[in-house]
């Protein structure tokens, strides 16, 4: 396999950053942004360079770490995954494509400052015949990209210095009239005027130390063209009169009239010219390239990766970018244009400093040369700064981001999510910090002794299932020398008076205390007896249990019909309002477990599943087995991280356990003794679904375990643990 030679050294580097940023964000923007922010536009074009530092930041890094050929998306989808590697791709696409448009649209007006021509037509046939350029597969070669850049720069250079003495400090009153969100909005406008400073990114594989040159070209070019952009804008801004310039078509031409004459305008119209024709060519040429890229990794239909035979380019690919930036000319005006190409980038950029956490916090290989300085608080602040400056940006550029973001979900959900299967580094270092947190949980309650089980018996039944129910609670208890309160529960009529004749114990409430004594002695566990009457037996054991202050109440599980289960039956009732927690048996008989199974569906083990399970594997001398689904779409990655997640939990646990896999058709590895699972609080769902283990039939008893309202994970964690476990 042939490899790219590492030629580019520092100079060619920051030749290549700063000839990608230097366009229209100088020659077109400001005029835009004025009217906007006033003269604090001067602020605003150092304040955007200032909020790409962490992209910039990221990005190098991730460079260093993957210097190979790609875009953005790339990074974006290997951190985050094919969902948002989905809408970076798209982002990227459009932005590139507006900017591309920026550039024509922004740039003709120059050259009609020479010639008498229509603007619109001229835009149109520009972009035509750049679409036609790029689809025969003539580039750019790298001295004519470097002639330009010298040509731009003395230019500006020129314009600078020539009319910094003209400069008029009358003009730069009521600097701050627009306020901060004029002043943000304006910045965020102008952001897009940076977009250009990652590109040498993607020609990382030629970069020659790449560890060093990437950063220090990035950060370098960025910092100049900073300072270039600010020394410009405070010079237009100074040599014109307040207002005369903000919604010019060609504002620094006009500044150049007012200083150097003539000669000035013509050095200033060339510029602009080779600018935004060189700006809006590379935006097509690489704009293109996103659409072949995501073919490529199946998530847009394999034409557009179709390389033509005869040109050597991907033909569909340019046709299609073509069509957007020829219909953005025609019918978008070049404000929205610039407010959507701004919009999109800091989408974007905003996802590369949450990518590089990714990267950091997930299990990929990841080892950069270069690393970012002040990580992650560099790459928070990014992400939210780009946030905020979207907030600001008003309607068009956030029903923009809004439109991409929702028609890359529909798009991922449609048509890459049944052909992909891969993830991003980000989810993989989520469900990682989640099993952690879950695991510190799992230590913080196996500390915590269980000292008193209520079991609450609320109808009569054979005495084989009072039995299982009372031994389930011994097993619990009998590592801390607990205790177990079996109560029975009678409900009367409201309409019959608790008298004290309907009070007295009865032959069967005394036989029931005399099983309770046989039970004490031969499970070994402190046994207490009683019998409760009232007229609603939910609220009584209810408030049994909070009077008594139990750690558990047992109850037998029976589930009810589907009218019942949606509108409340007693246990459900129990379970939501119980001051404790809830450990509900589907009764199939109990005869000291010692093949005790933990059942994990859709998440990480829940603490109180574990605490029980193990209580009731060490009280009878048995093993525990853990449970997890298997599934054909899952990554090498989720495994991994399940059987890493095992691995410790096993180290946990005080009893021997071994690590299973479940097939949700019915196929299960060994034949449990007993089941212990999550309880789900939803009760919709368990009326639908039926509240049972959903993999494997384990024809066992089950405990299904309700933790207090105390003791559950919120619903983040909760939504979490479903999109990454």
């Given at each position: 396999m042939k490899e790219l030679e590492r030629d580019l050294g520092l100079p060619s580097v920051l030749a290549i950053s700063i000839g990608a940023m230097i366009g229209s964000g100088i020659f077109i923007l400001p005029a835009l942004a004025l009217e906007i922010a006033g003269p604090a536009v001067i602020v605003a074009y150092g304040l955007a360079g200032l909020l790409v530092v962490p992209a910039a930041l990221s990005k190098s890094e991730?460079?260093?770490?993957?210097?190979?050929?790609?875009?953005?998306?790339?990074?974006?989808?290997?951190?985050?995954?094919?969902?948002?590697?989905?809408?970076?791709?798209?982002?990227t696409w459009f932005s590139l494509s507006f900017k591309g448009a920026l550039a024509l649209v922004g740039g003709?007006?120059?050259?009609?400052?020479?010639?008498?021509?229509?603007l619109?037509?001229?835009?149109?046939?520009?972009?035509?015949?750049?679409?036609?350029?790029?689809?025969?597969?003539?580039?750019?070669?790298?001295?004519?990209?470097?002639?330009?850049?010298?040509v731009m720069l003395a230019a500006l250079g020129w314009f600078a210095a020539g009319s910094a003495p003209s400069v008029q400090t009358a003009n730069y009153v009521d600097f701050f009239d627009a306020g901060l969100g004029g002043l943000l909005a304006a910045t965020g406008l102008v952001f897009v005027s940076y977009a250009g400073v990652t590109k040498v990114a993607s020609v990382a594989e030629e970069v020659e130390d790449p560890g060093r040159n990437i950063p220090l070209g990035i950060l370098g070019s960025l910092a100049f063209t900073t300072v270039l952009y600010v020394a410009i804008v405070a010079v237009l801004v100074g040599v014109t009169d307040p207002g005369s310039v903000a919604g010019s078509l060609t504002p620094v031409a006009v500044a150049a009239e007012a200083t150097l004459g003539r000669a000035g305008v013509i050095a200033i119209i060339l510029a602009a010219i080779l600018a935004l024709i060189s700006t809006a060519n590379a935006g097509i040429l690489s704009s293109s390239?996103?659409?072949?890229?995501?073919?490529?990794?199946?998530?847009?239909?394999?034409?557009?990766?179709?390389?033509?035979?005869?040109?050597?380019?991907?033909?569909?690919?340019?046709?299609?970018?073509?069509?957007?930036?020829?219909?953005?000319?025609?019918?978008?005006?070049?404000?929205?244009?610039?407010?959507?190409?701004?919009?999109?980038?800091?989408?974007?950029?905003?996802?590369?400093?949450?990518?590089?956490?990714?990267?950091?916090?997930?299990?990929?290989?990841?080892?950069?040369?270069f690393t970012s300085p002040l990580y992650p608080w560099m790459q928070i602040f990014g992400a939210v700064t780009g946030v905020l400056l979207l907030t600001q940006m008003g309607a068009t550029a956030l029903l923009g981001a809004v439109v991409i973001i929702?028609?890359?979900?529909?798009?991922?959900?449609?048509?890459?999510?049944?052909?992909?299967?891969?993830?991003?580094?980000?989810?993989?270092?989520?469900?990682?910090?989640?099993?952690?947190?879950?695991?510190?949980?799992?230590?913080?309650?196996?500390?915590?002794?269980?000292?008193?089980?209520?079991?609450?018996?609320?109808?009569?039944?054979?005495?084989?299932?009072?039995?299982?129910?009372?031994?389930v609670a011994a097993d619990?208890?009998?590592?801390?020398?607990?205790?177990?309160?079996?109560?029975?529960?009678?409900?009367?009529?409201?309409?019959?008076?608790?008298?004290?004749?309907?009070?007295?114990?009865?032959?069967?409430?005394?036989?029931?205390?005399?099983?309770?004594?046989?039970?004490?002695?031969?499970?070994?566990?402190?046994?207490?007896?009683?019998?409760?009457?009232?007229?609603?037996t939910k609220h009584a054991i209810v408030n049994f249990a909070g009077n008594r202050g139990v750690d558990s109440i047992i109850a037998?599980?029976?589930?009810?019909?589907?009218?019942?289960?949606?509108?409340?039956?007693?246990?459900?009732?129990?379970?939501?309002?119980?001051?404790?927690?809830?450990?509900?048996?589907?009764?199939?008989?109990?005869?000291?477990?010692?093949?005790?199974?933990?059942?994990?569906?859709?998440?990480?083990?829940?603490?109180?599943?574990?605490?029980?399970?193990?209580?009731?594997?060490?009280?009878?001398?048995?093993?525990?087995?853990?449970?997890?689904?298997?599934s054909t779409g899952s990554t090498d990655e989720h495994r991994q991280t399940i059987d890493d997640y095992q691995s410790e939990l096993s180290e946990i646990l005080s009893v021997p356990v071994q690590a299973e896999s479940a097939r949700s058709d019915g196929g299960q590895p060994s034949q449990p003794d007993l089941l212990v699972r999550r309880g789900t609080d939803h009760r919709l769902q368990a009326a639908l679904f039926d509240d049972r283990p959903t993999f494997p039939s384990p024809g066992c008893t089950t405990i299904t375990a309700y933790p207090h309202e105390s003791s559950k994970p919120g619903f983040m964690r909760r939504l979490l643990e479903q999109v990454t476990f």
């Open positions: 991730m460079a260093t770490a993957m210097p190979e050929a790609g875009g953005t998306y790339i990074y974006i989808e290997r951190g985050m995954g094919p969902l948002l590697g989905t809408i970076a791709g798209v982002g003709v007006p120059y050259l009609l400052l020479l010639f008498d021509l229509p619109k037509p001229v835009a149109l046939g520009l972009a035509a015949v750049l679409i036609l350029v790029n689809v025969v597969g003539a580039k750019q070669t790298g001295r004519l990209q470097v002639a330009i850049v010298v390239r996103y659409p072949f890229a995501m073919s490529r990794d199946q998530l847009a239909p394999p034409s557009l990766s179709t390389v033509n035979e005869r040109f050597g380019t991907p033909v569909t690919s340019i046709t299609l970018t073509g069509i957007v930036l020829l219909a953005l000319i025609a019918f978008v005006p070049i404000l929205d244009i610039a407010k959507l190409a701004s919009a999109f980038q800091i989408m974007v950029f905003a996802l590369i400093n949450v990518a590089l956490i990714a990267f950091r916090e997930g299990s990929a290989e990841y080892e950069p040369e929702v028609g890359s979900v529909l798009w991922y959900l449609g048509y890459v999510r049944p052909k992909v299967s891969r993830e991003g580094a980000a989810t993989d270092a989520i469900r990682r910090q989640v099993g952690r947190e879950t695991l510190t949980e799992v230590e913080t309650t196996l500390g915590e002794d269980t000292r008193e089980v209520l079991v609450a018996f609320t109808k009569g039944g054979d005495e084989d299932r009072e039995r299982s129910l009372v031994a619990i208890v009998r590592p801390a020398d607990g205790r177990v309160v079996a109560v029975q529960f009678e409900e009367i009529p409201d309409q019959a008076p608790l008298t004290e004749s309907a009070t007295v114990q009865s032959s069967s409430d005394i036989s029931f205390e005399t099983r309770m004594d046989a039970l004490s002695s031969e499970l070994g566990v402190d046994i207490e007896a009683d019998e409760i009457v009232s007229h609603d037998e599980h029976e589930p009810l019909r589907l009218r019942s289960q949606l509108f409340g039956d007693p246990i459900d009732w129990v379970v939501r309002h119980a001051p404790c927690d809830v450990l509900l048996v589907d009764n199939l008989g109990y005869n000291r477990p010692e093949h005790v199974v933990l059942s994990g569906d859709s998440g990480p083990y829940p603490p109180l599943a574990v605490d029980v399970a193990e209580a009731i594997a060490g009280s009878n001398g048995g093993d525990l087995s853990l449970w997890y689904p298997t």
